[in-house]
Each structure stands twice: as C-alpha cells, then as structure tokens.
C-alpha cells in the first residue's frame, strides 16, 4: 500500500498559491481562426536549455482559464504551462478566453492541427526546452491529448485523465445509447455554449436523440482510435474513474493494455470528473508530478514507472492505494479462475446457493415519467471480500418490444448506508419474433476494485428504463430512454436463473508452520480453492500435458505458463491455479509460489 502522506498533502496545497507570471494572448491558426492562449512561468531560475513545459487542454466547454491553478502549481516545480481554449469554445468565459472557429470532434483532423501549431509555436520560445514538452487533458482535453500521442505530435509525455477514444463503445454498448453523452451535447447546442460544426450539431447529434443505434454506432466507429493506439511512441500516465459515466473502466483497460510504451494507470472510486476527495486528488498529482519528474527532468532514480506497480488503485475502504503487481493488467480480457455467483430469490435475497423457489418480480416503466425499481440484498459477508470485476446474468420478458435492464450494485453497512460500487446497462432491440419464454442475457457491469468489509451487505437494484431527469439514487453510466413503456419482468428459476457474479480478488492470509530452511504457508481464503501444491522459487517444473490443455493462471486469470513449463524463476511468488482443460470438465489446482529464505 502507499498513501499520499500528510507532509505531501499540505506541500501541495501550499505550492498551488507560489506566485507565477501568466501571459495571455492569441495565436492565428494556417485556417486563419484565433486561439485564446495563456502562457505561465515558474519564478525559479531558467535551465541553460530551457524549462520543460506542460501544454494542459480543458474539459468540453471550458477555456484557458480551467488549468490556471494547476498550472501555478506546475510552476512551483519548474515547469511552463502553456493552456488554450479549443476552437469554438470559451463562451460566457473571462474576457478574451473564447476562441474562434467552429468545433467539429475531440479528436478531429483540424483540433489536432491546432495543436500541432501551438506546439510547433512553442518550440521557437527559447524559455521551452522544445525536447521535454508534455502533454495533459481531461475529459475532452484527455482525448485530445490521447490524439496528439495517437498521431505523434512532438510531445514527450502523456497524461490522458478521465478520457480514453473508444468512443463506440463508450457512447453505444449494450443496445444502449449513452443518455449522458446524448444530453451534453444537446445542452451544449441549445445554450449556445460551444460553436458546433456540421458533423455534431447536423449528423450525430440527430442520429443519438432519434435512438438510431446502427447509425449512431456507425459514425463513431468511424471516428474511433483505439485501433491506433500500438502507434503512441512516448510513456503514457491514463488516469480514470471506475464508474465514469462518459468513459466506461472496462474501455480505459482496453485502451491502456493497447499502449506498447512504458505506461501507469491509477483508478479511483467515482463518476466523470476528478477525485471527489482532496486526499486522493493531492495523491493523483503527487503521482503526476513524479510522471513529469521521470520524463520531462529525465530523473532516472524516480521510481514511478517501475514495472511492479504499473496498476494503482484507489481502495476506498480503507483509504489506501493497491498496488497491483502484475505488468499486463487486462481486466477487460480475463475470464476468471473463480467467480462467486450470488442468485435472486423470491424473498427479495442475494444468496450463493441455487434457488430452490421460482421467482418473477415485474417492474413498470412509464416512458419520461416513471422508473420502478426491485431490490435484492445478499447476507452479510462473514470476512472482508475484495472483488475486481462483476457482471449480470439476467432472464427476462417484456410487454414493451424495446426494453431495458439497469442495474446497480451498492455496498451497505450494518447502519443501512449504502456506497455506489458499479453499474450496466442492456437494451434488447427487435431482430425477429420474440421467443415465448425468458431472455437470457449475461452482460459486464463496469469493471470496479472494491472490498466488501466483514458484515456488510451486496445490494442489487435493478430499473427497467431512464427517465429524462436523472433520479437521485442514480450514478454511473446510464443509457438514453427508451422508445416504449412496459412491464420487464425478471425470472429467476432452475430453467432460467438470474444472478449476480462477483470475481474475487485471492488474498492470502499467511500462516508460518514451518521455518526450517524455507517458509511454507498456509492459504485461508473464503471461497477459494485449498492448496494442494506448493513449490519454491528457484525451479523449473515440467508438467505433462497427456489428457487436456494446461494453463498456469494467476489470481487475475491470466495463463502465465510459457510451453507446459512452470519458471518459478520467472514468477513472483503468490498464488496461481493449475487448470487441466478436458473435453467434459476442468480440473483446478492451486498452487502457491513462495521464495525461499
């Protein structure tokens, strides 16, 4: 675990009111558009080479003035910060904020052209060491700053936040058209707030708000990177919330797995926008300044992109960060060794045995007025569980032709007070007749790392459509409405079951019985299979593979066996599970990896 300590924290908050030199101006883009742009330098004394420099790009909407204090705070550290509002915005900004021109895409041929002349404009400024400039956006400035990596723009660094451009699948998954994405930029449209080219304001946006799902799909595939993500040449720092409900978790995985450079992710608890808490905020940029430390001062003794701790993230229960020690962190693409299934029963429960009792619960949804709602809530857990994944199975009908399923998982604790985890959505279209009996439908919620403390309880709660007023009680990523009103009725039964599944996160909980030459340890894990191998660093194990495939697969399901051979030399030590994949069954063991004294 590390924590942004309390000397950090208050060092930060200092340093963000050191005094700075801004500048504004303009700069006339090869199109003949003017950009508003603001230029801070630190007050501490010049490098022979110039200082190394931070272009910093706002959020959808915003202007130059958004990064001004993060800016100050870079400049207490010797860096230049360079922001600029992107074409088309800045409206009802501070005077001489806005920028002219029409904004026709985050990532569009013209916005990164844009950023190209700014930096090229930078690089003639003798105060810049024009071979250490990086990059950072959020949201929009996040996808921007993904582009300019994407397309090779001459930036060092890159510091992507709350942002990854898969925009398919985070705009249109599931049957679902993404109402937040939907609503932002009608609100943008109908309060004048960002000049709007053709493409947005007379092709997509139409198609998002008439429901045209293939359509829809269709343009943002086109405009979708994350094919191209394999070309980015410089490090990447991708920093994200896990129930974001622009930008799915599951998305910024997929996307973070595809960069091939040195690269770190840190996810923390919350929906789009920063850290909802000044002590991991003060954390996230204590992080990112070390980022820059590494790579824009070339400090090779900063330890930030060890390869150990590529994955951080932020544990709400306790406060702390988990690191995870593992340098391919794929959980988009895992299909774990263990899952806990939790089923619905008819007395509104959550329990991990199969029911016995058929269940129907229906829910009524009201197109734009009412959104009903079942719950279900497991018993309390009997010692702390840390999941890193969840999805749904759920069997369904429904009086409505086009229809939905949200639903939601909470933590409660013993008082009755619930915590949001993570959430999903389905929408299931018309493609031909309707079958008479339930729809089986198994889908992926939004990937989140969390712990279940001892006594707490995991709620389910399901809805069967979005209101146009997002309700109270909803978080995370939800789906634009749907066209008709109905009743969605959930079954539960031997036929048909529904539940919710959980993938454990394997924490060992060690105990010395033996210290002679070698420690040997004893795995007391909940729901976990017992050990019945243990081996030592140091060897090379053969294993015959004679009835079935064998898969060596660490605690995050992943197959780490290299040609049947298990290299303890090559293996941190933990636990993995010995998979023999026959033609009718799998067999499972564990075994435990330990170092030798």
Not at 20 to 43: E, N, Q
Not at 258 to 276: A, E, F, Q, R
Not at 306 to 315: M, P, Q, R, Y
């Amino acid at each position: 675990m590390i924590r942004c300590s309390t000397a950090v924290c208050v060092l930060l908050l200092f340093f963000t009111n050191v005094f700075a030199s801004r500048k504004d101006s303009t700069i006339t883009t090869s199109d003949g558009v003017s950009l508003a742009i603001s230029y801070f330098t630190p007050s501490t004394p010049m490098p022979a080479k110039g200082y190394p420099t931070i272009l910093c790009v706002h959020g959808f909407g915003g202007s130059r003035d958004d990064y001004a204090s993060i800016a100050t705070l870079y400049n207490s550290f010797g860096y230049v910060v360079v922001t600029y509002t992107v074409r088309g915005q800045g409206i009802g900004a501070a005077s001489g904020s806005q920028s002219g021109g029409l904004f026709n895409w985050f990532t569009g041929d013209r916005e990164l052209k844009d950023v190209a002349e700014i930096l090229g404009w930078m690089r003639t400024r003798k105060e810049i060491d024009s071979a250490h400039i990086g990059m950072e956006g959020i949201s929009q400035g996040g996808l921007t700053t993904w582009g300019a990596a994407i397309n090779r723009l001459p930036i060092k660094c890159a510091v992507p936040i709350i942002a990854n451009p898969n925009y398919a699948d985070n705009f249109i998954s599931n049957g679902c058209i993404n109402y937040n994405f939907t609503a932002i930029l009608n609100y943008t449209k109908s309060f004048s707030k960002v000049n709007l080219g053709p493409y947005i304001k007379d092709t997509l946006l139409p198609a998002l708000s008439a429901d045209n799902y293939n359509y829809s799909r269709s343009l943002l595939l086109a405009r979708d990177l994350k094919n191209l993500i394999p070309s980015i040449n410089v490090p990447l720092f991708l920093q994200c919330a896990w129930y974001d409900q622009l930008f799915g978790s599951s998305y910024d995985f997929a996307c973070f797995n595809n960069v091939k450079t040195p690269k770190k992710i840190l996810m923390w608890s919350g929906n789009h926008g920063l850290p909802p808490t000044a002590e991991i905020e003060n954390m996230r940029r204590t992080l990112t300044l070390r980022f820059y430390q590494r790579w824009l001062k070339e400090d090779t003794s900063e330890t930030i992109m060890s390869k150990d701790w590529e994955a951080l993230f932020f544990d709400p229960t306790n406060s702390s960060t988990l690191v995870l020690n593992d340098t391919s962190f794929k959980v988009n693409q895992l299909k774990p060794v263990i899952v806990s299934r939790f089923y619905l029963y008819p007395s509104a429960q959550l329990s991990e045995s199969f029911p016995k009792d058929s269940m129907v619960r229906s829910i009524n949804y009201i197109q734009n007025i009412g959104n009903e709602s079942v719950s279900f809530d497991s018993d309390p857990f009997d010692s702390n569980f840390t999941m890193y994944r969840a999805g749904v199975h759920l069997s369904l009908t429904s009086t409505a032709t086009l229809f939905q399923a949200n639903p939601m998982l909470y933590d409660v604790d013993d008082t009755g007070k619930t915590v949001n985890i993570t959430r999903g959505f389905f929408e299931e279209r018309p493609n031909g007749p309707r079958p008479p009996t339930p729809l089986p439908r198994e889908f992926e919620l939004n990937p989140q790392y969390h712990t279940f403390k001892k006594g707490h309880r995991l709620r389910l709660v399901i809805k069967a459509g979005m209101p146009v007023s997002i309700p109270a009680d909803e978080f995370g990523q939800s789906p634009y409405p749907p066209q008709e009103s109905g009743t969605t009725s959930i079954y539960s039964t031997k036929s048909y079951p529904s539940y919710v599944i959980l993938s454990p996160v394997i924490v060992l909980q060690p105990k010395i019985i033996d210290t002679n030459n070698a420690v040997k340890v004893v795995a007391d894990q909940q729901r976990a299979i017992k050990p019945s191998i243990v081996v030592f660093q140091g060897e090379e194990i053969p294993v015959e593979n004679t009835t079935g495939e064998i898969q060596l697969c660490n605690a995050l399901g992943q197959n780490v066996m290299y040609q049947n051979v298990i290299d303890t030399r090559t293996l941190a030590p933990g636990v993995y599970f010995l998979r023999e994949i026959m033609q009718k069954s799998v067999m499972i063991r564990k075994i435990l990896l330990l170092p030798t004294r």
